[in-house]
């Protein structure tokens, strides 16, 4: 019973409501207590995007995006030992990364006020365009892009990128051209255990307030939905790669320690995709995104992935870009005229009109195709 109780939150006293699956609202008491610097963009509250390291020789951005009921900081730090590992261990582990955290209203309960009721769309467009917006204002739209994703947050990942393929504004679609991997973290691919106790509360707490029991219905084994968005992610990703030789890299987190009484939140067969390489991490659904220190083999396991993406797209960005670099320099080559382009162009070039003389001029110039040639010894 108490499982269920730490679902539904109450509203804390200075108006946040409470976050991260299972936690109740001492996620707030425990958010890293650090105040972001002002040399860190950040926008105000729980939504949106925070930056947690930008230097400016970056050269690849990895964003972090959570699942439901979760938060951009608590989801990712362990109440404990109080580390947010995005920021106190992986910026050091990946000084050459920017490294972001996205938040959305991924609450499907609230105790004292109403639960948001944004769809998965709604948070993989905002997810889209607040990325690329800043990717774009920071000049950085072109810069390699790595997402880690857990539980819901995976889904809202691959519905930002099918945001980004159809849009016509150029840094949106940017985003996809950009992304060259994803971690998933106990996405519930083929549906989740999440949704089988979180839509019967959902729909019995309309009884007293609003809830969002649509986004829970996402999750259901068989949703449509879900069919239908795996079916178009992955129909997106065959395309680029059959069509235009380009690859997203992918591997899958799944849990190995389930709850009592109701075992695995994400089972291995539904947060696995079998085309892409995975491993487990020992701990539950929640506990696999929260690490104490660099040595958690979790951690090792999570960061190792991510240097090995990073290192083989800093290699490629640099090619690209030393490419263009070159193509910049490269002189531009005379080009051979021909009789006809003559007779086509005007001659703009100052006229000469008047005698010559000299002591190695010779007399007797001729005039041959429009062009007057001097003899000189």
């Not at 002002?38 to 690849?60: R, V, W």
């Not at 964003?63 to 989801?75: Q, Y």
């Amino acid at each position: 019973m108490s499982f269920f109780k730490k679902l539904i939150r109450p509203t804390a006293p200075n108006g946040k409501a409470g976050t991260g699956l299972l936690n109740g609202n001492e996620d707030i008491e425990n958010a890293h207590p650090d105040p972001l610097t002002d040399e860190l963009f950040s926008t105000a509250g729980d939504y949106g995007l925070q930056t947690l390291s930008d230097n400016t020789d970056d050269a690849i951005d990895i964003v972090f995006v959570h699942g439901l009921t979760g938060n951009r900081e608590s989801t990712w730090t362990d109440k404990t030992a109080k580390v947010f590992w995005p920021k106190d261990l992986l910026a050091k582990d990946l000084p050459k990364a920017r490294i972001i955290t996205f938040g959305y209203d991924a609450d499907i309960i609230r105790g004292l006020s109403m639960a948001g009721n944004g769809t998965l769309r709604d948070h993989g467009k905002a997810l889209a365009e607040d990325l690329a917006m800043r990717r774009k204002r920071t000049d950085s739209n072109l810069r390699p892009l790595i997402f880690v994703a857990h539980s819901l947050g995976g889904l809202v990942v691959e519905q930002a990128l099918l945001v980004s393929r159809g849009s016509a504004q150029q840094h949106t679609k940017d985003l996809l051209e950009s992304t060259v991997a994803i971690a998933f973290m106990g996405t519930p691919h083929l549906g989740s255990n999440l949704a089988n106790w979180g839509h019967p509360i959902s729909k019995l707490s309309n009884l007293l307030r609003k809830t969002n029991s649509e986004i829970v219905g996402v999750l259901q084994p068989g949703s449509e939905m879900l069919a239908a968005v795996q079916q178009e992610f992955h129909t997106m990703l065959d395309d680029r790669s059959r069509n235009d030789s380009k690859y997203i890299n992918i591997f899958c987190f799944y849990e190995e320690v389930g709850y009592p009484g109701l075992g695995e939140i994400v089972p291995k067969q539904s947060a696995i995709l079998t085309a892409y390489p995975n491993t487990s991490i020992h701990a539950t659904h929640t506990g696999m995104t929260r690490f104490k220190t660099a040595k958690d083999a979790g951690y090792v396991r999570v960061r190792d992935q991510l240097w090995l993406w990073v290192e083989d797209s800093q290699d490629a960005w640099k090619e690209k870009k030393d490419a263009a670099k070159r193509q910049e320099q490269r002189p531009l080559l005379p080009t051979s005229v021909t009789e006809s382009d003559r007779e086509r162009t005007s001659y703009i070039a100052p006229v000469f009109n008047g005698p010559i003389s000299g002591r190695n001029v010779i007399s007797g110039a001729q005039i041959t195709g429009g062009t007057v040639n001097f003899n000189f010894s």
